[in-house]
């Protein structure tokens, strides 16, 4: 892995803000955002996210994590 300088750092903010635009990949905090979640999380498995060795099943995860969390904090 390469050592994070102000050049990688600054091109990480980058594609992960552009990221971020279109997948909530941070803490899921309202209704409206895990609803966008879960939507972006289906397109994603139907993309073919769902089998471990394909390039989206990491992205899968992480969103699942956030899904995950999210729905742990409900009040029943």
Not at 45 to 63: F, K, S, Y
């Amino acid at each position: 892995m390469e050592t994070l300088t102000a050049s990688i750092t600054s091109k990480v903010i980058n594609h992960y803000a552009l990221l971020c635009e279109t997948i909530p990949l941070y803490p899921i905090e309202n209704e409206n955002d895990y609803e966008v979640a879960i939507n972006v999380l289906n397109s994603l498995l139907d993309l073919g996210g769902a089998d471990e060795n394909h390039p989206l099943a990491r992205l899968v995860t992480a969103l699942g994590v956030f899904i995950e969390n999210y729905e742990q904090h409900l009040p029943n």
